[in-house]
């Protein structure tokens, strides 16, 4: 049996122990896990089309809030030689799970690309680097709007001008919390979603729904405009008007 065939047998047992660990991490902390289940295998290929789109050039991605790598397993086959993928996980049971994916993923044999986790908040990333393409997993309505707004500013700092962020929200939330939670929650929430329907009015490209995913979700397509790097603080403060 060859390292490729061994590997890939064992890929659904590893998909199925990183349910277990992000159900584990879910009853531990919803608010920033976000969800109640991995990305479903629709909307990870969803989030990672605009890697696919820009192949077979070497792109520089970021991912940013990986979990237990639903995503990471959709983006990694998409890397041609030469590209770099950097992947962002605050959750330290999620990083070891992440640097066991990367270990020991085959794409990654045959068709080698720089792949590093990073322990950290997206906000807090140390880096020089500005990617192509920015893939958010981060549960955004979770947040307060204030710190929403560090992580577009953030994003936007980032991402190459011309470059593409892809994220996504769940259908349905806002109304679920104004019907179940308290009503300074759902104020929260209703802010929240204020400040990304800004970033959408002024940047989006693109909307997907992804009705095969537990629960349902849109994935959005923003485009950082091909301005100066001085400008992007403009920016940011454009999309909250």
Do not use: C
Request: hydrophobic share 45%; no cysteine; proline share 7%.
């Amino acid at each position: 049996m060859n390292n490729w065939t061994h590997l890939s047998d064992r890929a659904p047992a590893e998909r199925h122990a990183g349910t277990w660990t992000f159900l584990l991490e879910a009853a531990r902390d919803l608010r920033t896990t976000g969800a109640v289940a991995p990305s479903g295998r629709a909307l990870a290929r969803a989030l990672a089309e605009p890697v696919r789109a820009q192949a077979p050039r070497p792109l520089a991605v970021l991912e940013a809030g990986a979990g237990t790598g639903a995503v990471t397993r959709a983006l990694i086959p998409q890397l041609t030689r030469g590209s770099r993928l950097d992947i962002v996980e605050a959750n330290p049971r999620f990083t070891d799970r992440l640097r066991h994916l990367v270990a020991s993923h085959p794409a990654l044999v045959t068709r080698p690309a720089r792949v590093d986790v990073h322990q950290t908040l997206v906000e807090d990333l140390d880096t020089d680097v500005r990617y192509d393409v920015i893939v958010s997993g981060l549960p955004l309505t979770n947040f307060a709007p204030e710190q929403v707004e560090r992580i577009m500013a953030r994003y936007l700092e980032l991402l190459h001008p011309g470059g593409t962020l892809t994220y996504f929200a769940y259908l349905g939330t806002r109304r679920a919390r104004a019907l179940t939670a308290s009503r300074t929650e759902a104020r929260r929430h209703a802010a929240v979603d204020e400040v990304m329907a800004g970033y959408r009015r002024t940047l989006a490209t693109g909307r997907w729904s992804v009705w095969a995913n537990l629960p349902p979700a849109h994935v959005w397509q923003l485009r950082k405009p091909s301005v100066t790097a001085d400008d992007v603080p403009d920016l940011a403060v454009g999309a909250r008007r």
